[in-house]
């Protein structure tokens, strides 16, 4: 039996997770797809309203059970077990992923399923270090009054996640939502249904109450998506995903005044300087505009080179783009898996067509990739580079989320800041420089919620993460996850 027929065996229909069981409840079925052959790999439920009604009814009436009642120190020790239970099924966890997005197996063995257990400790370490304020305010009469901060759950939290890095990007926003003691629905991408799912025996096993942690499947719109963020028993919206998505999910959570955290989409720049060093910026380019097949938030698509070493520098990541192995997601020779699926890929050849019309000229690949047997129905493109196209052109201005770039020459540091943020997102940038004041400089002035100076990706996630203009609302990670999942009280005792 080859990997992929031992996984289709091993999952048989996925369910909703609700109240600690697996229930095959919902409207209808849907089709689970590996993106690298485009076969049929399982079949999901769909929830309806009222499959989602009572997975909400489920994490509400949980805040009331036992898991309202547990210590930070009690919380932070179940988080640690669900870490060790992700670790210790590690190669489950592997195969999920790797099946469900095409991504091979060294991307997510060194990124999703490890961060997807980091996310876990972290939050477990950090809950035991949350201070709050306090006041000595001296009153008229001559008294004095104390005033003191308490944090409390802010209540049942919808988390919606997108596709791209699935484990990594749910437990980034239930792990601090567990931590403060909160209860989660999950509503997992269509796409990626599975890792969400297995966590549900994770969490079992470690001892989460039943209703803390609930996963429901589904799309978005007049469907699981829909219905979460827009029942007025959830207390707050946590999304990963679109900007267009995020405005439809901000106008539900209006309807009850709710809460939302968004994490949204982005048209990064990186500015590679003359003084950059040249394999250092090369290197870290490569990853930034093809690791996860471009299908990564933070990922560069605007390159803008200095011109004295702008040629070398495109000539250089030319060559690194044709050294992209496509192939078996398993294979540890591969490095550059399919988009996540058809229609994707369909939108990302459409930007390949725009680049062309609107008259690129192509430096490397830019169209489908034909691959034989058993991959020849997956979702392949070829990496694209191109140049020579105006800053207005959509290529510069839309987010393609693929494996292409276009590189752009620049003169002065002035001219370049102008450049990089001249768009509608402020996600991340990244910034190759060997002029320690210049980086600092620059840094302060790119319009964007992460800056990186000669890394990519590089987290502490002890850091406030998030995006700027269209690319999110609120800062998590750290005690910046505090804000939204708490809800800050204060008390005025007057001596
Ligand atoms: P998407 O917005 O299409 O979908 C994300 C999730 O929202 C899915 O679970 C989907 O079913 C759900 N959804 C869609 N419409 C909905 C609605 N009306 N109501 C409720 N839920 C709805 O995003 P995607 O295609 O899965 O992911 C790619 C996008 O995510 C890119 O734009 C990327 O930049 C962005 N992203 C951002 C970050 C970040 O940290 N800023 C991280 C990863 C991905
Ligand atoms: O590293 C993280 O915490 C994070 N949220 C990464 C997002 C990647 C986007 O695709």
Request: with cysteine; charged share 20%.
């Amino acid at each position: 039996m080859n990997k992929l027929d031992a996984r289709a065996v091993k999952t048989g229909p996925i369910g909703q997770f609700i109240n600690g069981r697996y229930v095959q409840a919902g409207r209808a079925t849907f089709e689970n797809r590996h993106p690298a052959t485009n076969a049929v790999i399982g079949v999901v439920h769909e929830a309806d309203a009222n499959v989602v009604d009572q997975a909400v009814a489920a994490a509400r009436a949980a805040l009331k059970g036992p898991w309202g009642k547990t210590t930070p120190q009690e919380r932070a020790a179940i988080l640690r077990k669900v870490a060790a239970g992700i670790t210790a099924r590690f190669d489950e966890f592997l195969a999920a992923e790797v099946m469900d997005t095409g991504k091979p197996v060294t991307t997510a063995s060194h990124v999703d399923i490890p961060r997807g257990a980091a996310n876990f400790n972290f939050f477990a370490d950090q809950i035991l270090t949350v201070a709050g304020e306090v006041f000595n305010t001296p009153t008229p009469d001559g008294r004095t009054a104390i005033n003191y901060s308490v944090r409390k759950p802010r209540g049942v939290i919808a988390v919606v996640c997108p596709w791209n890095l699935p484990l990594l990007l749910m437990t980034w926003k239930v792990a601090p939502a567990l931590a403060c003691g909160n209860t989660v629905v999950v509503k997992p991408s269509e796409e990626t249904p599975a890792t969400a799912t297995l966590l549900g025996e994770v969490m079992n096993e470690a001892g989460v109450p039943p209703g803390v942690y609930n996963v429901v499947h589904g799309f978005g719109p007049q469907s699981a998506g829909e219905y979460l963020v827009s029942h007025p028993d959830v207390d707050g919206v946590t999304f990963t995903g679109e900007t267009r998505t995020g405005a439809a999910i901000m106008k539900a959570a209006a309807e009850f005044v709710r809460p939302v955290s968004f994490e949204l989409g982005g048209k990064n720049a990186a500015l590679v300087f003359a003084d950059a060093n040249m394999d250092a910026a090369i290197e870290g380019t490569m990853r930034s505009v093809f690791a996860n097949c471009g299908q990564v938030c933070l990922g560069t698509e605007r390159v803008y080179v200095q011109r004295p070493i702008y040629d070398e520098f495109v000539a250089r990541l030319k060559k690194g783009a044709a050294g992209l192995v496509s192939g078996d997601p398993f294979a540890k020779t591969t490095t550059l898996g399919p988009l996540i699926s058809a229609e994707h890929k369909q939108k990302v050849l459409s930007f390949y067509d725009k680049a062309r019309s609107e008259g690129a000229e192509i430096a490397y690949g830019g169209g489908s990739q034909n691959l034989p047997a058993p991959y020849a129905d997956g979702h392949w493109v070829q990496p694209a580079i191109w140049t020579g196209l105006p800053e207005t052109s959509t290529i510069m201005r839309d987010e393609i989320f693929g494996p292409c770039c276009h590189i752009t020459p620049f003169d002065d540091e002035d001219a370049v800041i102008a450049l990089a943020n001249d768009s509608p997102y402020g996600l991340a940038t990244a910034i190759w420089t060997q002029d320690v004041a210049r980086a600092h400089r620059v840094a302060a002035q790119i319009e964007v919620g992460i800056a990186w100076v000669n890394s990519w990706f590089l987290r502490d996630l002890r850091t406030a993460f998030g995006g700027s203009k269209r690319s999110g609302i609120g800062r998590e990670g750290g005690v910046h996850g505090l804000e939204f999942y708490t809800d800050l009280r204060n008390v005025c005792v007057l001596l």
